[in-house]
């Protein structure tokens, strides 16, 4: 009961707190109006171009907090309230998505080992539990074996997705500052959107590393 509750009620509860305190951060921060006036997507579009990457597109997607940078065709994905928000929180998302354009462009460490990992991350997230309910219906140890190796896979990836994210945000708030789209009063603001957002990664690894545990201990007592 003990094992339990460590490895999937304290990072659900976690993760829930992360999801609420990115989504608060960013709502109070859609309230704050940037000095600059521009719309989320004006600012990432000014980024990318500071930065040589004319050719890369910025496009609306449905949804709130649906932003992210397609590395395959290499495109930034901004969603509705980053897009045409002229607020605090739409000019640090937009920043931040384009800080993943500038990771790819400049062929950043982890970023490239993160896209050379997802196809094999795709596959073992779609069949990993397939081997555990295998190997537990037909007391199969082998297959409880694979299905963990092939968990270990998925939670590798999001540690490694730590580093992509903490790096881009970084990159976010450097141009912000380099091209000087945030005040000094509004760094802060910038800084909370991008920290809560980053919180939610964490959570994501932390409830990964959790349930990897989890089944290993599962393992060991069989
Ligand atoms: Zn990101």
Not at 21 to 48: C, D, I, W, Y
Not at 177 to 200: F, H, I, P, Q, Y
Request: charge should be positive.
């Amino acid at each position: 009961m003990t094992t339990f509750l460590i490895a999937f009620i304290v990072p659900m509860a976690i993760g829930l707190w992360a999801q609420h305190r990115v989504k608060s951060t960013f709502a109070r921060n859609l309230q704050v109006p940037a000095s600059h006036g521009m719309t989320g997507a004006e600012v990432a579009r000014r980024v990318l171009d500071a930065n040589g990457l004319h050719e890369v597109p910025i496009e609306e997607t449905p949804g709130q907090l649906s932003d992210h940078y397609d590395p395959k065709n290499r495109s930034v994905h901004l969603s509705p309230d980053v897009y045409h928000g002229r607020s605090i929180s739409s000019s640090a998302v937009g920043a931040h998505e384009v800080g993943h354009a500038l990771q790819h462009a400049k062929s950043y460490s982890f970023f490239r080992f993160r896209s050379a990992m997802f196809p094999a991350v795709a596959f073992a997230s779609q069949i990993w539990m397939l081997f555990l309910i295998g190997g537990i219906f037909l007391q199969i140890t082998g297959f409880v074996l694979v299905a963990v190796a092939l968990y270990s896979v998925a939670v590798l990836f999001q540690f490694v997705t730590l580093p992509v994210e903490f790096d881009a945000s970084k990159r976010a708030k450097q141009q912000l500052r380099d091209l000087g789209l945030v005040g000094s009063s509004e760094a802060g603001g910038v800084n909370s959107v991008l920290k809560a957002a980053s919180w939610t990664y964490v959570a994501g690894a932390l409830a990964a590393i959790a349930m990897l545990l989890y089944y290993l201990s599962l393992l060991s007592n069989r």
